[in-house]
């Protein structure tokens, strides 16, 4: 292809093999795109719509080189030419076979992450149906833990109601207990200062008595001596 080129030497000739083999290298990059698009449709779509303009300017060049090969004057260079533009014919048959290929690759690619996500979406809602009905449930535990606390804390306040009213008696009992001590005391007190009064007059009246019984041994002793000794 290079060497008819250069045999020609046309400017024009050669414009068109650079044209033909850049687009034959923007094809298959192209189709290596497509190969490896991920998706989705319409993403697959805008590729092959480049690729068939492409396509369009790679046959309008072909096109434009066998024109150009049929002008030529020596026979040698228009079979040269000739022989050039099968090539790029089959050379671009060849790139639309990959073509094909590479969308059908693409399009069954897409089909089965299409259907993974669809698997995955089924399994996504399932768990979430299985996550509404866990939390359904821990929300239903949860209000029964909540109303057994509060019959718990009822009760607890009832408890202690009736603590506070047995503190309340408990603490009126003591105070009629110590009005009653205090009451105690004044007579314990007052009882204490009568035995006091009792063992005072208990005393005098003891020493009374030995006083009395004193004199009265007395009377009897000067009596008896006067009786039984007068002359003493």
């Known amino acids: 292809m290079a060497a008819a080129a250069a045999a020609t030497g046309s400017v024009p000739v050669r414009v068109c093999h650079q044209e033909i083999v850049k687009f034959d290298l923007e094809i298959k990059a192209a189709v290596q795109d497509i190969r490896d698009c991920p998706g989705p449709l319409s993403a697959l779509t805008e590729l092959n ?31 040269a ?65 909540l109303m057994s606390i509060s019959r718990m804390m009822s009760q607890q306040v ?15 009992t003591i105070l009629e207990a110590n009005e009653e001590f205090k009451s105690m005391s004044g007579t314990i007190q007052l009882g204490r200062k009568l035995i006091t009064k009792y063992n005072r007059r208990e005393l005098t009246d003891k020493l009374l008595i030995f006083l009395a019984l004193a004199l009265f041994l007395a009377t009897v002793l000067y009596i008896l001596k006067k009786r039984l000794f007068p002359f003493l």
């Open 49 to 79: 719509a480049a690729v068939k303009e492409k396509f369009r300017h790679l046959r309008g060049r072909i096109q434009e080189l066998e024109q150009m090969a049929r002008e030529q004057d020596k026979e040698s260079e228009k079979q």
């Open 81 to 145: 030419l000739l022989q050039d533009v099968e090539n790029h014919k089959k050379q671009m048959l060849s790139n639309q076979a990959a073509w094909r290929k590479a969308n059908l690759a693409c399009k069954i690619a897409i089909d089965n992450s299409e259907k993974d996500q669809l698997l995955q979406g089924r399994d996504s809602l399932r768990q979430r149906k299985t996550t509404k009905e866990s939390l359904a449930e821990s929300a239903s535990n949860i209000t029964e833990s």
């Open 158 to 172: 009832q408890q202690s109601e009736e603590t506070v009213q047995t503190l309340a008696n408990s603490s009126r």
